[in-house]
T-cell receptor
Framework: ELKVEQNPLFLSMQEGKNYTIYCNYSTTSDRLYWYRQDPGKSLESLFV?????AVKQEGRLMASLDTKARLSTLHITAAVHDLSATYFCAALSGAGSYQLTFGKGTKLSVIP | NAGVTQTPKFRVLKTGQSMTLLCAQDMNHEYMYWYRQDPGMGLRLIHY???????AKGEVPDGYNVSRLKKQNFLLGLESAAPSQTSVYFC??????????FGQGTRLTVV
């Protein structure tokens, strides 16, 4: 059974600082996704990582995937208040199962 | 494009009542998913489908049933609602290994 763990679950950071959110998954998966959720809203896709070593960047966010370590990271550069949200990673199990399993999410608060 | 549409957006049920949540997607996606979101628990997979006429259990399937009679629709049923099923329910769809697109959610309260 695929399990996905994120840490930290809560993150309060100052504007302008850098930080990394970690996502570990328990079994083989080479499909990793990052989503953003604002309070009371649905989930918005941020990144799709489909192979080992994949790196994607959009603005102040950069995501990477290391399938050998079963680890994905979401790096935040020079945080701004607009990045305050909950960030989820999700992994897709394969071998005919195709379950999309989410971590518990990281609630990010960027403070002035 | 409407994307993924969930009906209804809000619902209050009494314990023991039944209801069906409808998820409709217009992207011709093969995969569809039902999740529930509870504070501190992230999104937990209830049931999913990899194609028309097929369904499979996820992490928390008890108390729920699903059907996928048409490719574009995925229905989630609660036969006898319980207060523990109070949650926000999200439907999602995807094409193969691309990202899943989510509906706007259904906030269900069981009293």
């Amino acid at each position: 059974e695929l399990k996905v763990e994120q840490n930290p679950l809560f993150l309060s950071m100052q504007e302008g600082k850098n930080y990394t959110i970690y996502c570990n998954y328990s079994t083989t998966s080479d499909r990793l996704y990052w989503y953003r959720q604002d309070p009371g809203k649905s989930l918005e896709s941020l990144f799709v990582l489909l192979s080992n070593g994949a790196v994607k960047q959009e603005g102040r966010l950069m995501a990477s995937l290391d399938t050998k370590a079963r680890l994905s990271t979401l790096h935040i550069t020079a945080a701004v208040h607009d990045l305050s949200a909950t960030y989820f990673c999700a992994a897709l199990s394969g071998a005919g199962s195709y379950q999309l399993t989410f971590g518990k999410g990281t609630k990010l608060s960027v403070i002035p | 494009n409407a994307g993924v549409t969930q009906t209804p957006k809000f619902r209050v049920l009494k314990t023991g009542q039944s209801m069906t949540l409808l998820c409709a997607q217009d992207m011709n996606h093969e995969y569809m998913y039902w999740y529930r979101q509870d504070p501190g628990m992230g999104l937990r997979l209830i049931h999913y489908s990899v194609g028309e006429g097929t369904t499979a259990k996820g992490e928390v399937p008890d108390g729920y049933n699903v059907s996928r009679l048409k490719k574009q629709n995925f229905l989630l049923g609660l036969e006898s609602a319980a207060p523990s099923q109070t949650s926000v329910y999200f439907c999602a769809s995807s094409y193969a290994v691309t990202e899943a697109f989510f509906g706007q959610g259904t906030r269900l309260t069981v009293v």
